[in-house]
């Protein structure tokens, strides 16, 4: 499946769609690398609509002058070829003046959550070798354990799901261990349903998921690091995750009538965990206890 090959080399869902664009657009227009280098600085942005994973790019209309099309031209012919090619990964719709709307598909989302829940990083996530953003060194210490705080929690729910058979852990592991909570390969999450949906459907594990895609794709994407500002990033996942988990349970009649929709959601906190402990240690400088 091309969604699996693509996954592979790209951790970042914004990385993954420049690249489709631009396969795309090589084979319908004479854009060249340096020239779409310089559109995509601006052209692609993930929409605020947290109810789905959808993306939003104007190349079309950037296009539309130097090439003596109109962008609903352009952009009708990158929705046909993206549909006849990536149809498993993305849906594509077009919206005048020549908007391409990308929506990911709930069966990507779950290869592309097993992915990260899995531990892995592509070929765009240089994330284990950056250095400290050094522009926020300057934390707000009530900041810093709020995040250390929602890490720790995450810590705890994870042994506990191994502990009542939720989920298998190769060991319970310390917490300088930079794999912890990481699951066996053989003990994939059921991310879908039987008609294929996720089974996340709340509103508040549709935030938390959209927090997932915006982080991972700041940390691959961002063309200089110092301009984002990792503890604000670090606190609106946590927030997110709060939320999740002040509407959401994965104990008690969820795990017994629902044990599917209790790993999903312990999917999300095995993901959360990954990047709070990233964020705190490789961008924030700090510990990311397992306990407090």
């Not at 929602?150 to 810590?155: D, G, V």
């Not at 996340?200 to 994407?221: G, H, R």
Request: hydrophobic letters at 40%; one cysteine or more.
């Amino acid at each position: 499946m091309q969604s699996q090959l693509i996954i592979s080399n790209y951790s970042s869902i914004k990385q993954l769609i420049y690249v489709l664009l631009f396969n795309t657009l090589s084979e319908i227009t004479q854009v060249e690398k340096k020239q779409f280098i310089e559109f995509k600085k601006n052209h692609l942005y993930k929409d605020r609509d947290n109810s789905k994973i959808l993306y939003i790019s104007g190349v079309a209309q950037q296009l539309s002058k130097s090439h003596n099309c109109t962008a609903m031209d352009i952009a009708d012919s990158i929705r046909s070829k993206l549909s006849a090619t990536s149809g498993d990964v993305c849906q594509v719709k077009i919206v005048p003046p020549g908007w391409i709307y990308l929506e990911l598909t709930p069966p990507f989302l779950a290869t592309w959550l097993q992915h990260l829940v899995m531990g892995c990083l592509g070929q765009d996530g240089k994330m284990g070798t950056e250095k400290i953003n050094s522009k926020f060194k300057d934390h707000n210490p009530a900041n810093i354990f709020v995040v250390q705080y929602s890490h720790a929690r995450c810590c705890s729910l994870i042994l506990l799901g191994h502990r009542e058979g939720l989920i298998k852990l190769r060991e319970p592991l310390p917490d300088n261990h930079p794999a912890f909570g990481q699951l066996l390969p053989q003990q994939p999450i059921p991310w879908l349903n039987h008609d294929k949906q996720l089974w996340l459907n709340l509103s508040t594990e549709k935030d938390l998921l959209a927090q997932l895609v915006q982080v991972v794709d700041n940390l691959a994407c961002a063309s200089n690091s110092d301009a984002i500002n990792w503890q604000k990033a670090a606190l609106k996942l946590s927030q997110a995750l709060e939320n999740f988990w002040c509407q959401c349970r994965i104990w008690g009649d969820v795990k017994i009538y629902s044990p599917e929709l209790a790993q999903a959601r312990l999917g999300l906190v095995i993901i959360t965990q990954h990047l709070l402990r990233f964020l705190l240690v490789e961008k924030l400088g700090v510990t990311a206890p397992w306990e407090l």
